[in-house]
C-alpha cells in the first residue's frame, strides 16, 4: 500500500439548493483511508516508533476509524487488534463493509472481552475510540494550514469552516489551529462550526474538554431541533443524500453528511462569509449503509450512486 497522502486536497466550487458553497474534497486525500482518519492517522503515519509491533482499538463493528487504522497497520507492518461489543451473527456470515475490509487487511476481532483489563507493553500503540487523541492535532493542523492557504489564495477574507462531528477531534483541532492563524494574519479570519451526529451537544462539549480544557478554543456547535440517533436510517437523510449527488456529482457519506447538510442548509444565513464544507470521506461505510437504505425506502431509489 502506498504511504503517500494526496494532500493539499482539491477545493470545489458546489451550488446546492440555489446556494454557494465550497467543498473541500479530503475524501480523495488517500484511495485507502476515510478522509479525516488519515489527517487523525497522520502521526502515526509518519512517526518512527521502532518498538511498535501492534495497534489496539475499540468500537463500534462498522467504525470508519477501525478500518483506517487496519490500513495504517498494514502499512506499517503491524498486528491490529479491535475490540467490539458485539459481532451481529449476520456480519459474521457475510461481511461487508469496513468490517470486511478490515478483515481483508489482517485485523483480528476480540468479542465481549473487558479490554480495560488487559495489560499492553511498550510495544502495543493503543489508540482511543474513533481517534479521539493528542497526537490527532498534527494532521488536523496540516489540513488547517492547506485551508488557510487557499483562502489567501482567493482572497477570501471571512470564511466559515463547516462539519459534521462524530468525537469531535476534528473540529476542535481545527478550531484550534485556525485561532492560532487568525492572531498571525490578522486580514483574514477563519471560524469552525460544527454539529453534533453521535451525541448532542452536550455529549460534544465532553468530547472537546477530555482534549482542550481551554473553552475559547472550541468550535460553535449548531443543532437540529429534532433528535437523531447515530447509525439509524432515515427518510429525509437518505433523500437528502440523493439530492446531493444529484446536484453536485459528489458521494458523500451516510453516516454523518446528511445531518451535517441537513443542519448547514438550516444555518446558512446565520454563519459568517464564505462557506467551506469539509467532505470527510467515509465511503467505505457506505457499502454497509446503502443497502439499509435501498431495503428501508425502495421507493426513494431512482438512481444508483455511491457503488464502486
Ligand atoms: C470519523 C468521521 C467523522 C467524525 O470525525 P470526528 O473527528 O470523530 O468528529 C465524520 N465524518 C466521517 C466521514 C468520518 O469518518
Avoid at 160 to 176: D, I
Avoid at 186 to 213: H, I, N
Wanted: proline share 5%; net charge neutral.
Amino acid at each position: 500500500m502506498e504511504l503517500e497522502l494526496a494532500a493539499p486536497t482539491p477545493v470545489e466550487s458546489i451550488v446546492i439548493e440555489g446556494k454557494h458553497f465550497y467543498l473541500k474534497r479530503d475524501d480523495l486525500i488517500h484511495p485507502d483511508f476515510s478522509g479525516n482518519k488519515a489527517r487523525k492517522f497522520h502521526h502515526w503515519l509518519r512517526a518512527d516508533l521502532p518498538r511498535i509491533k501492534r495497534v489496539v482499538s475499540y468500537g463500534s463493528v462498522q467504525s470508519n476509524a477501525m478500518y483506517s487504522l487496519s490500513v495504517l497497520a498494514k502499512m506499517r507492518g503491524w498486528e491490529f487488534h479491535y475490540y467490539v461489543d458485539h459481532i451481529p451473527g449476520y456480519l459474521r456470515e457475510h461481511p461487508v463493509g469496513n468490517y470486511r475490509a478490515a478483515l481483508e487487511n489482517g485485523a483480528v476481532f476480540n468479542e465481549k472481552i473487558e479490554m480495560r483489563n488487559e495489560k499492553f507493553g511498550e510495544e502495543t500503540l493503543f489508540v482511543e475510540e474513533g481517534g479521539r487523541q493528542p497526537e490527532a492535532e498534527e494532521g488536523i493542523a496540516l489540513l488547517a494550514g492547506e485551508i488557510s492557504q487557499w483562502q489567501r489564495e482567493n482572497g477570501i477574507e471571512k470564511l466559515t469552516v463547516f462539519l459534521p462531528s462524530g468525537t469531535g477531534t476534528t473540529a476542535l483541532y481545527l478550531n484550534k489551529s485556525f485561532s492560532t492563524l487568525n492572531t498571525q494574519r490578522s486580514d483574514l479570519t477563519t471560524k469552525v462550526v460544527t454539529v453534533p451526529c453521535v451525541g448532542d451537544a452536550r455529549y460534544l462539549r465532553k468530547q472537546f474538554a477530555m482534549l482542550e480544557p481551554d473553552e475559547d478554543l472550541w468550535p460553535r456547535i449548531v443543532d437540529l431541533p429534532r433528535k437523531y440517533h447515530f447509525g439509524k436510517l432515515y427518510r429525509e437523510f437518505y433523500q437528502l443524500w440523493l439530492e446531493l449527488y444529484r446536484q453536485t456529482g459528489v458521494v458523500f457519506d451516510l453516516l454523518y453528511d446528511p445531518k451535517g447538510w441537513q443542519t448547514l442548509l438550516q444555518y446558512r444565513e446565520d454563519l459568517d462569509g464564505a462557506l467551506l464544507y469539509l467532505h470527510q470521506g467515509g465511503l467505505k461505510g457506505n457499502e454497509s449503509m446503502l443497502p439499509r437504505y435501498r431495503r428501508k425506502f425502495p421507493d426513494l431509489e431512482k438512481e444508483n450512486c455511491g457503488e464502486k
